[in-house]
């Protein structure tokens, strides 16, 4: 797609050169994509070779029909058990991906190592000798203005020869010139071939576009192996979709390799531009082959149109406007591998124990960054160019580019190979949920790089401001993914309701508001740096726009979370108390999406106000509103009972923040932040703004309670009546654990532990009357701590010091049953010592719980 | 002067002499080592006035040339990725291709002055005539030289522009490449 049209070029100049490229971090993804669709290949050969003995082993250690559920507390010692029994064939199939993947980068480097001399050779590239001594000459000053150490080797082509081109490994570059341009060595033409040139060696374009045809000459091979291994496996039936996807893959590859090319061509050309003058590279243009209209030649052209690089040359900050087509490969390409991905990383993490591992996690750390990195410098890149040279360029083309990519890719991946339904999911439609998470990620991200780059040229340098923007999109990006991903696969298993009820838990981690916090103090940084009297002249005074002040931003936050406090206090008062046990949590639950709604909002009011640059600042906004309707909920708490629970602060702290970044993401895309900035400072406007959205928002949030935090059914498992002394008996034996698998086992324990908290803080947070408190504690948190006591007490650990931190558990589980039995006992008889025991006991038991959950890891 | 008849065909049909070689494309191409000299002298002389840069390389680009007269006319065209897209052609092979056609007319001229003598004793007078029709100071104490009459040389600039078209030159390239032709075929008259 041809870049948008941009005004004029005006303003004091800005070296586009200078700014880091967002081209790199494509080459970089599409080859991980590529090595991505390689451990397919490897888990093909598995099914091929060993897919009998898989099947086999599944019924020997599961059981015949054995069903694929959620793990829980009462099926952790069988699981753990059929997971040792399973380990073997599993690290196998990761043997056989992860040996596809290898295959593709071994073949890929031995074609980078053979490149250069195969391509000298056929196009038979000779040393010119004493020939060409001027024309080695001047490529050798050309050098030393660019600041190239080691000059190219200068490689003569045939009489047939009639373009240059670079070619070579790292260290060893080459560059083939065509004898019409060694015999002018003196000519304008000559200069502007050679600049160019040195420009793709420079910006390393050399080693990338070959790293990424290497790897794609190895895998295009290699994705024919499974069209024959299917067959011999009798599953002729897989081939079909198999077929379609790869066929996809193979033109997408070649598309988005292509497109990045001529990304670089325009960049070769401003280099060139940039020491012989404009007029030079337009004049040496007009050699150039010309291409007619739109075409699927020009599709796969590895060169723009004459017309776009004398644009680009006439306009450079064209060359830093991210398209349409940028997004959708990013899009296409990180949806494409993810899928595959998670099933690698679900083998890895459950070939020794077959529990719930965060895979998603996993492929996110991989993918995330690769995308973020990628949209984050690029759209930093561009608000940057936009500063000085041009109109800002629309995001929504990207945006939607983006979003038609990971359809596109989620339903072209290798990984629903062989799965019913489109991209290999149950309910097809939920293919939406990673799209919309990626796009929305997007938008804040265009708002992330707005933020820094008005940062730029104040207190922050380019090369600064480009890492910050960078690292922010990859985390946030990394962070989406992984929240999108855990959602999409869980709402397609399970649903809706169980997926309400994992928010408290597994969906948002203690790392998520970690998370928050991070990407909340970056953006202070810079909106503080932007505070500063702008002394440098990379930006036109005449294109500066308003951009959120810090101060404007922090009250934005505060409004919107003072909004969401009174919406909680409220409706408290409007509830009365909670009649049950399940309406208790549920209102807990509640309120965290009050808190998250006040985060939403602050954002949306910034968007609304300062367009891009609010989304951008809406990562500080939301932020301290989640922060602010945290504090009013703990305050409602303490003013009720007196007093706060121990725990309860970080807890709500960290859930509100977690689920409040969740909900800003979403935000960013569905607010049209395309309205134009408002000159004055309308701190007043923003603050209103926010708290009205916080009230509707949070007012909605509380009324939709029922759909937001589906009500808990009640607990089908047998509930044992003895309230201490866990009974081992009652639990299959666990053969001793070694630390590695005490280790996974340990993070399932954490998550019912955590699971349990949550509770244990309804019930500390709600103002019920004593007797419905005593009856949540005895009838319920009890009973679930016992059960998860029970299984903790099953299990043996063979390592000592291991064994010796898993007794911090069970003692921090002993003390917190006897801790509620004491507040149950001194709330139903009005007892103060008693009550004064449990909460001491609490303290303990959080030290306790608190040397095994960081004990675990030291081990 | 020796008139001829001058050959009322089409250009392309110019360009292929039954009589001599041709390539697989219709390229006529010297049958002979001796010829191929004729061509490549006269091809120098016409570089020397259209693109003399390309003197030093000419023995080059006439290896290149003889070996592949097509592919180095009509190379694929090969889209370099990170190359600089251009499409930069040079005289020589062109100059070679057009005076290959014009070597076989101005030795066919010379064919009828020596027709009296014997065979293989006429094929280096006639050699040695067509070459002085072009490059008659190298050869001064030899026969008188022929020179070209108008119409002959209006057919050896039109043969020339017409084939330099057909080769995909601009107009304004085949247009130096034909005068050039004619010049250097009547260097010295």
């Known amino acids: 797609m041809a870049a948008p049209a941009v005004a004029a070029q005006t303003g004091p100049s800005l070296d586009v050169l200078e700014l880091p490229s967002a081209t790199t971090m494509r080459f970089v993804l599409l080859t991980a994509a590529m090595l991505v669709a390689g451990l397919f290949v490897g888990v093909s050969m598995f099914n091929a070779v060993e897919g009998v003995a898989f099947v086999a082993a599944g019924a020997a250690c599961y059981g015949p029909g054995a069903a694929v559920g959620v793990t829980t507390v009462s099926s952790l010692p069988g699981e753990v058990a059929a997971a040792a029994c399973m380990a073997p064939i599993e690290h196998l199939y990761v043997l056989y991906a992860v040996g596809g993947a290898v295959t593709v980068a071994a073949g890929a480097t031995v074609v980078i190592m053979a490149a250069p001399r195969v391509v000298a050779r056929r196009h038979g590239l000779r040393d010119p000798g004493l020939a060409a001594a001027a024309a080695t000459a001047r490529l050798a000053t050309f050098c030393a203005d660019v600041g190239i150490r080691r000059p190219p080797r200068l490689l003569v082509g045939p009489t047939s020869l009639r373009d240059a081109f670079s070619l070579g490994r790292p260290g060893r570059y080459a560059i083939a010139v065509p004898l019409a341009l060694v015999v002018r060595p003196h000519t304008p033409l000559f200069e502007v071939a050679m600049r160019h040139e040195l420009a793709h060696i420079r910006h390393h374009d050399v080693a990338l576009s070959w790293l990424a045809r290497s790897v794609w000459y190895t895998l295009a091979p290699l994705l024919l192996l499974p069209v024959v291994l299917f067959p011999l496996t009798g599953d002729v039936a897989t081939l079909p979709g198999y077929l379609w996807r790869a066929a996809v893959i193979a033109v997408v590859v070649a598309l988005a390799a292509r497109s990045a090319l001529r990304s670089r061509e325009l960049s070769a050309d401003v280099a060139a531009a940039r020491r012989t003058g404009p007029d030079a590279v337009r004049a040496a243009l007009t050699e150039v082959r010309a291409a007619t209209g739109p075409s699927l030649r020009q599709i796969m052209a590895v060169h723009p149109t004459r017309d776009d690089r004398i644009a680009a040359v006439r306009q450079p900050g064209r060359t830093a406007i991210v398209t349409m087509t940028d997004g959708a490969v990013v899009g296409f390409l990180t949806a494409l591998a993810l899928p595959v991905l998670d099933l690698f990383f679900v083998a890895v993490f459950a070939g020794s124990d077959g529990l719930t591992p965060p895979f998603e996690a996993a492929s996110a750390v991989v993918l995330g960054p690769l995308a973020g990195a990628t949209l984050g410098l690029g759209f930093w890149r561009q608000a940057m160019v936009a500063r000085t040279y041009t109109q800002q360029a629309p995001v929504a083309p990207v945006l939607v580019g983006l979003a038609a990519g990971a359809l596109a890719g989620q339903l072209g991946s290798l990984g629903g190979v062989g799965l019913t339904g489109a991209g290999g999911l149950a309910h097809p439609v939920l293919v939406l949920v990673v799209a919309g998470a990626l796009t929305s990620a997007a938008a804040l991200t265009a708002g992330v790089g707005e933020i820094w780059a008005d940062a730029v040229g104040r207190v922050t340098s380019q090369r600064y401001a480009a890492f910050a923007a960078t690292a922010v999109a990859t985390v946030l990006f990394a962070t989406v993914l992984w929240t999108a991903d855990a959602v999409q696969g869980h709402l397609d298993l399970q649903g809706w309701p169980a997926v309400s009820q994992e928010v408290p838990t597994g969906l948002t981690p203690p790392l998520l508001s970690l998370v928050a916090l991070a990407l909340a103090v970056a953006t202070m940084w810079a909106q503080w740096s932007a505070r500063v009297p702008q002394t440098s002249q990379a930006v036109s005074p005449s294109l500066r726009t308003p951009a959120p002040g810090l101060g404007q931003t922090l009250a934005t936050g505060a409004g919107a979370g003072l909004a969401a406090a009174a919406v909680i206090v409220v409706n408290r008062i409007r509830l009365g108390d909670a009649a049950d046990s399940a309406e208790t949590i549920q209102r807990f639950i509640g309120n965290w999406w009050i808190a998250a709604s006040a985060a939403s909002a602050a954002v949306a009011a910034l968007a609304l106000i300062y367009g891009r640059r609010g989304c951008g600042a809406g990562l500080l906004a939301g932020t301290v509103a989640a922060v602010v309707a945290a504090i009013g909920n703990l305050g409602l708490v303490a003013a009720i009972n007196g007093a706060l629970p121990s725990g309860t602060v970080e807890g709500t702290l960290a859930k509100d923040l977690a689920l409040g970044l969740l909900v800003t993401v979403p935000t960013a895309a569905i607010v049209p932040s395309y309205g134009h900035p408002i000159r004055s400072r309308p701190t007043r406007l923003l603050v209103v703004c926010a708290a009205l959205l916080a009230v509707g928002a949070g007012a909605g949030a509380a009324a939709g309670r029922d759909v937001l935090a589906v009500p808990v059914a009640g607990d089908s498992q047998p509930v044992p009546t003895p309230v201490t002394n866990a009974s081992p008996t009652t639990v299959p034996p666990i053969p001793p654990l070694s630390i590695a698998d005490y280790k996974v086992v340990a993070r399932l324990l954490y998550q019912q532990r955590a699971g349990i908290q949550t509770e244990m803080d309804a019930i500390n947070h709600e103002s019920a009357p004593a007797t419905t408190r005593v009856a949540q504690i005895n009838d319920r948190l009890i009973p679930d701590l016992q059960r998860l006591l029970t299984q903790a007490a099953a299990i043996q650990v063979a390592d000592a010091p291991a064994a010796d931190v898993h007794r911090h558990l069970l003692s921090s589980l002993r003390v917190t049953i006897t801790a509620y039995h004491d507040l149950a006992t001194g709330l139903a008889q009005n007892d103060g010592a008693a009550l004064a025991r449990g909460r001491g006991e609490l303290t303990a038991e959080a030290q306790e719980l608190a040397i095994w959950v960081h004990g675990v890891p030291g081990l | ?189």
């Open chain 2, 1 to 189: 002067v020796y008139p001829i008849s001058l050959p009322q065909r089409e250009w392309k049909a110019a360009l292929v002499i039954s009589k001599h070689g041709s390539d697989s494309d219709g390229l006529s191409m010297p049958t002979e080592p001796a010829e191929r000299d004729l061509v490549m002298e006269l091809a120098q002389a016409v570089v020397e006035l259209v693109a003399p840069d390309e003197l030093p390389v000419l023995a080059v680009i006439a290896e290149d040339y003889f070996a592949d007269p097509a592919g180095t006319l009509h190379p694929r065209d090969r889209d370099h990725p990170l190359g600089f897209g251009m499409d930069l052609a040079l005289m020589g092979p062109y100059a070679l291709a057009v005076a290959t056609p014009i070597v076989q007319f101005l030795m066919s001229l010379a064919t009828d002055v020596a027709k009296d003598l014997t065979k293989d004793a006429a094929k280096p007078v006639v050699r040695d005539l067509a070459r002085r029709m072009f490059h008659r100071e190298a050869h001064p104490a030899g026969p008188d030289p022929i020179s070209l009459t108008k119409p002959q040389a209006q057919w050896v600039h039109d043969n020339s522009y017409r084939n330099a078209l057909a080769l995909g030159l601009s107009n304004e390239q085949a247009q130096l490449l034909a005068d050039a032709m004619v010049t250097s075929v009547n260097r010295g008259r």
